[in-house]
């Protein structure tokens, strides 16, 4: 939610005992109050600005002003004056025609009027009715004077809209178990009061909270004035009820204390012009209290809602300050204060402002630069984040697909391979990790795209965390968790070449104390591919269990069963496609292979837990393990070489099924403490990872093909030509990893981190006896630095290392050492609004230790090899303005051989562009009869890139077009989509001379979703 208002008044108990987004009923049953308000459009031509440039974003400055309008309210908070002032207009406002509809939770009411702003609603609920009174109103229904409906769903027995007086209007909405809860919406026709049933009338209207402890207080200074945070990891536990007492702002938190090393009440004095005083202090033994007093009236006070706890934005109005209105004075309320919250003759309205999470592109926190839930901004790496709702919105497939989004990660594996493979800043990488667990099925096997919750990318190494990896980076593919929300989610997809695919997402508690939750995705899709013959299939299951122990204790089991079917796609020669051809062009949707016997099916299981137990506030521990299952049954043809003619293409065929069986455990242990005035958040972990490979497989005879006239059957397969029993492949690694998140201050924090593996990899026979064997050790430091001159900047730098085990000997029958990847870093992070981010960084990745040929006998090699990696990165992710969202960035990477004994110094890396630019935006309708209505639009730039690590040939650049149309509304959703809109024609990547690859021309896909 976002924008939500909840406004208290004196004189009432009800309105005072507020929340970050409660309003507080009588009875059983919170009733909940919130505003979803809409941003103000500063300026069409900033924004387009801002586009264009994608690294100038215009950053829109909260203000405080009076709001005229519903328009104008979203990013606002308003005084009391100004408040005070609205109040006192009387005259009489109409609701025009009431409305009632059904949604997931239950039904909202609507009560349309041309002049929504004036419509000031007051709980008044008692017993099991949900109880609203709207002064200054009247009903105009026409021949009407009342509406009533009964039972319209189970578990509300009557609603009615009266008119109580001559000008007064009253809601009511009886529960037959006890009074409705409530969220109430500022909508473009009305007021939108959503009501849901409660289940049972048992449990008393205020449960007992368990106390939430503040272990920190800081003060950061703003553009507008100050931050107050109330840091805590349960800051969702917590309510406020806000009030005013003469100049002072006064915030209420109960269920809470503070919990300071130095006492517990903190102040400050004159901390901005216009403030005098700010104090946080335990006002009793089970409640907080925040004041907050002007000068010369009382500051304007937003409260966001944030992962590192309550941020209450304070903004001074000694400069917009307005002449005080003396209000009239109101009459006390028949219900009496609570004791221990008195109110003064004084108490005037006030408004609190709480921001929340939506439905939005950026994500502010990520695990993976740091193995803890961390602010982005605070990781001294670059990170970008891809959420659900950009691989929904894009139709995504595969992983290769979604990582498009991200600059500088250029896929290196054919949209038709069942391989998963990428380049990351100029270097190609294995790493993916999936809910922080390394796991090498991700690659070879693939993932579901419909369990995945988020993907985060870190660039750059990350062995330090990781163990063993490559050079550029790290992807982690975070799955689903159960919600304590019942939310059921089914979709269906139709679209070009016989595709046809299907989903479903089903998550809610199992029980009503909500301690057993549950999820469960499946998804199944089948589609044919321009290339002949080349059809696949997927299929996904995945449940999750999670079973909160206790309080501080949870344990969630995770399974995965994830099946693909499908031939082989090894492209095409690059003679006849990128270079010129005698016989002319080879037609893109060739297949190279036999379609009689080739085949690529793999299945994988993955099952595992995650284990979680605080402590206390400041100490916990973390244990998860995961194995995966990985079957495979491969008949391979790939192309061997072109012959002299330039159409006979010579291939090979490989028949082999295989097994991978991997185990990964880690534990780790995090800790906040003190030493001073600096703070520190230690990790301290260990890991332990086992897989195991097994194969047999067998070289057999087969025909080669005619490019321009194939002629493909049994005919063209003969004999068996070479046979490789099972001769079992084992690696194993034991890793010890310590990092230290250091705050010297509020603005200037330190990354240090080190880590030690211990990796070994043995060769078996067919009789189980020992062939080779290989141990090696290597020790990954990271240091990072972030100082922040405010909240809107995060400048940062890091030098940080990888590690990859080679195994083989050397001439002298010697070891190989591991690889090594080196970064140096440098960059900035832009918190522009707070849905708005984009990172700019330079960097520079050198690879050592690469295999190059033994100038004393080619068939061995030495480790004199080096490869380098220049670049500067932007990326942008986040909502410009209300329902227009963005993610994309552009990359400049120079990579080139810098040390080699057979590939000459300054080839350009294979299959990496020295330009890459991808930007895709959507906009969705916010108000009126089209609201919902959303139009999609994505850009995505390749530049020319070498085909082979010796550059004997060029891939060209490309534009690639996509397009999405879509509807939602309620609970469905329909969405239109158009990948390569102009059907341009473009390659993907190049593994070799005889290996190219062809994009997918223009390909049509049409999506219905409901969710309940």
């Known amino acids: 939610m976002n924008g939500v208002k909840v406004s208290a008044g004196c004189g009432n108990a009800q309105q005072q005992n507020l929340g970050k987004t409660l309003f507080t009923g009588v009875g059983e049953g919170a009733t909940v109050m919130k505003f979803e308000l809409m941003n103000e459009i500063r300026s069409a031509g900033l924004a387009l600005a801002f586009i264009g440039s994608l690294i100038q974003p215009a950053y829109a400055e909260k203000q405080t002003k009076e709001i005229s309008s519903v328009e104008d309210k979203e990013h606002y908070s308003t005084s009391a004056a100004q408040l005070l002032a609205q109040t006192r207009n009387t005259l009489v406002t109409k609701i025009t025609d009431i409305k009632v509809n059904t949604t997931d939770k239950g039904i909202e009411v609507i009560l349309e009027s041309p002049n929504i702003e004036a419509l000031k609603p007051v709980n008044k609920s008692q017993g099991n009715n949900f109880i609203v009174e709207i002064p200054n109103t009247v009903l105009s229904l026409g021949k009407q004077n009342s509406f009533n409906q009964k039972n319209p769903v189970a578990g509300i027995s009557n609603i009615s809209v009266t008119q109580t007086n001559a000008n007064t209007v009253q809601l009511t909405v009886t529960g037959e178990k006890g009074v409705p809860t409530a969220e109430l919406f500022d909508g473009d026709q009305g007021l939108i009061f959503e009501l849901a049933p409660v289940a049972s009338a048992t449990n008393p209207p205020q449960q007992s909270q368990t106390l939430v402890k503040i272990r920190e207080v800081k003060f950061n200074t703003t553009t507008n004035g100050l931050e107050i945070i109330l840091a805590t990891p349960e800051g969702e536990k917590l309510q406020v009820t806000p009030k005013k007492d003469g100049n002072t702002f006064i915030v209420d938190v109960p269920s809470a204390q503070l919990s300071l090393p130095n006492g517990d009440t903190v102040s400050q004095k004159q901390p901005i012009a216009g403030v005098s005083d700010i104090t946080v202090t335990n006002f009793n033994s089970n409640t907080i209290r925040v004041t907050v007093t002007g000068t010369d009236n009382t500051p304007a006070v937003e409260l966001f809602d944030s992962e590192e706890g309550l941020i209450f934005g304070v903004t001074s109005t000694a400069s917009t300050s307005q002449p005080e209105t003396q209000p009239t004075p109101t009459p006390q309320s028949e219900n009496p204060t609570q004791p221990e919250q008195p109110t003064a003759e004084s108490d005037e309205p006030i408004e609190l402002v709480v921001t929340g999470e939506q439905d939005t592109y950026r994500v502010p926190n990520a695990s993976t630069g740091t193995k803890t839930d961390t602010p982005i901004r605070d990781i001294p790496q670059a990170i970008q984040v891809i959420p659900k709702q950009v691989l929904q919105e894009q139709q995504v497939q595969r992983l290769s697909d979604a990582l498009k989004n991200t600059a500088g990660v250029i896929t290196n594996s054919s949209e038709r391979n069942v391989f998963d493979g990428f380049d990351i800043r100029g270097f190609s990488n294995r790493n993916i990790i999936r809910n922080g667990l390394r ?391 832009f918190d522009w609004t707070n849905k708005l981010s984009s990172t700019v960084s330079l960097y520079q990745i050198t690879r050592s230790n690469v295999l190059t040929s033994d100038p004393r006998d080619p068939d061995f090699s030495i480790q004199t090899g080096e490869q380098r990696s220049r670049g500067f990165e932007v990326d942008i992710v986040g909502e410009i303005l209300p329902g227009w969202k963005i993610i994309g960035g552009y990359a400049y990477t120079d990579a080139q051989v810098t040390q080699d004994n057979d590939i000459p110094v300054g080839n350009r890396i294979n299959n990496v562009p020295e330009h890459a630019i991808s930007l895709w935006n959507t906009y969705e309708i916010q108000q009126g009869n089209l609201q919902g209505l959303g139009f999609g639009l994505g850009l995505f730039y390749v530049g020319e890139r070498e085909g082979d690590l010796n550059n004997t040939f060029s891939l060209p650049s490309y534009l690639r077009t996509d397009a999405a149309l879509f509807y939602r509304r309620n609970n469905f959703r329909a969405a239109l989509n158009l990948q390569n809109l102009f059907d341009t024609e473009y390659f993907e990547m190049a593994e070799n001379r005889l290996r190219v690859f062809y994009g997918a021309p223009l390909t049509v896909k049409l999506t219905l979703g409901w969710q309940f």
């Open 439 to 829: 796991d090498d099925t991700n690659i070879t096997a693939g993932s579901g795209i419909a369990n995945i919750e988020q993907i985060e990318v870190l660039r750059g190494p990350a062995s330090v965390l990781f163990g063993q990896g490559g050079a550029g980076g790290t992807v982690n593919i975070v799955t689903k968790k159960p919600l304590e929300t019942p939310f059921y989610s089914v979709e269906g997809t139709i679209g070009d070449y016989n595709s046809y695919s299907g989903s479903v997402d089903l998550t809610g508690p199992l029980n009503d104390s909500k301690t057993l939750l549950y999820r469960f995705n499946a998804s199944a899709s089948s589609t044919d591919t321009f290339v002949d013959f080349v059809d696949i299939q997927r299929y996904l299951i995945a449940p999750v269990l999670t079973w909160k122990i206790g309080q501080d204790t949870q344990l969630t089991f995770e399974a995965e069963y994830f099946d693909t079917q499908q031939r082989n796609d090894r492209g095409i020669p690059a003679v006849g496609t990128i270079l010129p051809n005698p016989n002319g062009k080879i037609p893109r949707n060739r297949f190279t292979n036999e379609p009689s016997i080739d085949k690529n099916n793999r299945q994988i299981w993955r099952v595992g837990y995650n284990l979680e137990h605080r402590f206390n506030e400041d100490w916990q521990i973390q244990n998860s393990f995961r194995s995966s299952f990985q079957t495979s049954q491969q008949n391979s043809g790939s192309p061997r070489s072109l012959a002299a003619d330039n159409r006979t293409l010579n291939r090979n065929l490989i028949i082999a099924e295989a097994s991978v069986d991997s185990y990964i455990l880690d534990t780790n242990l995090i800790g906040n403490f003190n030493t001073g005035n600096i703070k520190h958040k230690l990790l301290f972990g260990f890991d332990l990872s086992r897989e195991i490979y097994k194969g047999t497989s067998q070289r057999v005879n087969i025909s080669p093909l005619d490019l321009f006239n194939p002629v493909y059957g049994s005919q063209n397969i003969g004999d068996v030509t070479a046979e490789f029993p099972n001769e079992p492949y084992t690696q194993e690694g034991l890793g010890f990893y310590l990092q230290d998140q250091i705050s010297l201050s509020d603005n200037f924090k330190l990354v240090i981190g080190g880590r030690l593996d211990i990796v070994n990899q043995k060769q078996e026979d067919s009789a189980g006896a020992v062939t080779s064997f290989q141990e090696d050790t290597a020790f990954s430091p990271r240091i990072g630095m972030v100082y922040q001159p405010s909240q809107l900047v995060s400048l940062y730098a890091n030098y940080s290392r990888s590690f990859q085990q080679v195994t083989g000997t050397t001439f002298d029958s010697g070891l190989f050492q591991p690889e090594r990847g080196t970064q140096y870093e440098v960059g900035a992070k």
